[in-house]
């Protein structure tokens, strides 16, 4: 029966890793689709989500059968657990790479918003991309300072997003109601990407070490909205 269960344990593992990467994979392309307003990527990235929402169901019914019918303690629930938990975040993570392809695709074939507000959320989308691949290698490696990195790479993302409301309020940057909107969505998208990225990096640390990271203010607020 142990062998059953490391098996399935192991496959648990995989199904992580590859969620992770198709993740890593959708941000990165809806960031390029919002870059270049190429509407065939950001459709393959809507239509990639719904893989991501099928592995992530695949994940839950697996670490209900492991707790139903290993009912696993100490070490290997605190495995389970974790899985059913990141895979969840990393769903969410897939819904807000959708939605960024989304805006682009539905502003086709204009940009979303006129530089320089653009050139912020670029920047945003580079660091979403990052921490992106960064979850994907942490969820494989368990590295406990990738995850010390992922956290503060979300400290820099956090930063853009309060400058780009500086942007958009500003009169100089002449948007239009339209463009404000998606600029605001746009970049809640984007710092929500962060926040989850660091909710795993903090999962994980946990999992390897037995103790969290410490939390910035951005990060608590971030929790509170989980």
Known sequence: MRDIFNQELK???????????????????????????????????????????????DIDDMCVMLLARQQPVAGDLRNVLSALRVAQTLERQGDLARHVAAISRGRYPEPVVPEPVLGTVLQMADLAVRAGKDVSRLIETRDVQLAMAIQAN?????????????????????LT?????DA????????????HSTSVARRVSYLVSGATMPKTHDNEDADALH
Not at 156 to 170: G, K, N, P, V, Y
Not at 177 to 181: E, F, L, S, Y
């Open 11 to 57: 496959q648990l593992g995989a199904d992580l890793e590859s969620m992770a990467r198709q993740v890593a994979t959708a941000i990165e392309r809806a960031s390029e689709s919002l870059r270049h307003g190429d509407i065939i990527i950001a459709e393959q990235v809507i239509d990639a989500d719904e893989r991501i929402n099928d592995l992530q169901r």
């Open 154 to 174: 979300d400290g820099e993302l956090d930063a853009l997003h309060r400058q780009s409301f500086q942007m958009i309020l500003d009169p100089a940057n002449e």
């Open 177 to 181: 109601r339209q463009q404000v909107v």
């Open 184 to 195: 605001v969505l746009l970049g809640r998208f984007l710092e929500r990407f962060g926040d």
